[in-house]
């Protein structure tokens, strides 16, 4: 049963480290996107790949937040430095989309990194 | 502009009663993917179903189904004979071309609570 993968599970941090959450899309799948929820936005896309190129990430704050794809196997969503208005869950997805300019067939999540900034 | 409303942000209902979720959605464009996720207490959204624009047919899976009316932009789901089980936040989303079909745009969920 293929799936999404996010590390850490969790994490807790003070105000101005680094922090970076790493994802494992499903094998196969050619599009990556970073979600962030919180109570009172919901659920926000920051981010999106497609065979590793950035897409579109005009949903992230630009001056602390940065997300890369090294490989096929690996999306990384960085905050530095991180700041209490961050805390959040942070969710992965990825689907896989065949045509150009098509949807993807589906996101599938992650089950996300639960994110403390003290 | 796009946009999802989920009317009901919180619903209890009793073990066994039948309940709809609603979801309404706004759109200009003419081709567009509708979706539902469900997130348990684990906190992991769960992919639920996915319906184009093209297909009004109901949908039944087990105890699940699905009412999409695209006259009055509508695309409901109902549990029936609800369990403990089904208790999580339900989101409703959208994508169309306008935003890309990447970008899905969720509603604001309803939390179902079943009560034993």
């Known amino acids: 049963d293929a799936r999404v993968t996010q590390t850490p599970r969790h994490k807790v941090t003070e105000m101005g480290q680094e922090v970076t959450m790493r994802c494992q899309p499903i094998l196969g799948h050619n599009t990556v996107f970073w979600y962030r929820q919180t109570m009172m936005q919901g659920l926000e896309l920051l981010a999106y790949?497609?065979?590793?190129?950035?897409?579109?990430d005009s949903g992230m704050p630009k001056d602390r937040f940065s997300a890369e794809m090294p490989d096929a196997t690996l999306a990384t969503l960085k905050i530095q430095p991180s700041e209490p208005r961050d805390s959040a869950v942070y969710f992965c997805a990825s689907g896989l989309v065949l045509l150009a300019g098509g949807p993807a067939k589906t996101q599938y999540f992650g089950p996300g990194t639960r994110l403390l900034v003290l | 502009a796009q946009k999802v409303t989920q009317a009901q942000t919180e619903i209890s209902v009793v073990e066994k009663e039948d309940v709809t979720l609603d979801c309404v959605y706004e759109t200009r464009d003419t081709t567009y993917y509708l979706f539902w996720y469900k997130q348990p207490p684990s906190g992991e959204l769960v992919f639920l179903i996915r319906r184009n624009s093209f297909d009004e047919q109901n949908e039944i899976s087990g105890r699940y189904s699905w009412n999409f009316q695209k006259s009055t932009s509508s695309f409901n789901f109902t549990i029936t004979a609800s369990q403990v089980v089904d208790s999580a936040v339900y989101f409703c989303?959208?994508?169309?071309?306008?935003?890309?079909?990447?970008?899905?745009?969720f509603g604001p969920g309803t939390s179902l609570s079943v009560i034993p």
């Open positions: 790949f497609r065979n590793r190129a950035p897409l579109d």
């Open positions: 989303a959208l994508s169309d071309t306008k935003t890309s079909y990447d970008k899905v745009i």
